[in-house]
């Protein structure tokens, strides 16, 4: 007997009650726990295929250390939600709970760590400020106290952060938001949306006209694109963020590593293979190829803290579109402007943890029509009302 298909294909229907854009994990979520909710008649729309975006080309690391209050408790929101997630969808999603490390390399660097460390025990995230010795043994491999340019001097240790599978994690929401009796449609590009009156009233695509009174911007790199076709402007710009992998070696790195004074991160997936990444391109750009002075720069720092790599060979590289916003959180919930119209965007770099806090409280929000309180400081009016929600000192790496 064929293996039956984790999700199917369908005709485009004439009307769905709501219009997903983009078929990463936010979209995807947010579709799957709609029809939790009882929505059932949804289309997701994805230009090309289903983790073909952001949440196919991030380095999965998962994580809640953040640095505001408003950060901290919707991304550990997204933890408790992963924690479940295997058992929620029935699927292995591989989330490995190994533990996150932020390096400090100045008093500045541990006196912004010190701070999140304090913010975040006043949430009930586990989270604590080490010092190199602590580092040394967790991490006996790093160089801690050899010679460096950037003497390491401290770390916040973060033990519930990880890694995750990420195509496990959008194929079992696909198949989940398919079981819920939603239509996943890949290859669908959307060219148009009809808002006569100010409200949302159909989707032109290249596959035909879709009438729906609801529609979910849920793209990245392309989120500004969609939200132009309706007139509403976005404060972000789009940057390409690269990664690299390395050959499979036997397990030697039980923690994720980050640094931002050396512009690194790296774990290493159930694969072997180490996964690194630096901080975005400088450039906007829509391109999704790697550069070799990425390559050449995100060596050399990785090389400063784990020398012993100097031998081994990376296997490839690629790049993701990372909308950045001013205050480094994303945009959720409705527009002031347009009935029915509804955005997740501005993932950054911190998209892919993100995705079922999103996809939760998005579906809540499009099913009620209220506004859940978690999402409310990252309403796109916050903007014009000066409320920023500043987390760009704990994005993972940032200038
Ligand atoms: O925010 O944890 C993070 C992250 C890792 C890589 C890019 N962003």
Redo the contacts with the bound molecule.
Sequence with gaps: MPASRMWRDHELKESYDVVIIGGGVHGLATAYYLTKLGVKNIAILEAKYIGFGGSGR??A?I?SNYRTPEGIAFYDHSVKLYEQLALDLDFNVMFSQHGHLTLAHNERGVTGLRERAHTNQLMGIDSRLIQPREIQELCPMMNVFGPQRYPIQAALYHPPGGIIRHDAVVWAYARGADRGGAHVHQLTEVNDIETPNGAVSAVVTNRGRIKTGIVLNATAGYASTICDMVNIPLALETHP?QAFVSEALKPWLHHVI?SSTLHI?ISQSDRGELVS?AEVDDYLSYSLRGTLAFAEGGATHLLELFPFLANVKMLRQWAGLCDMTPDYSPIMGPVDEIKGFYITVGWG??GF?AGPASGHLMAQCIQSGKTPKMLEPFLNSRFLRDQLVGEKAA???SH
Excluded: E, F
């Design positions: 991030n380095t690391i994580r963020l980050v991160y990444g770099t911190y943890k994005a993972s790496v």
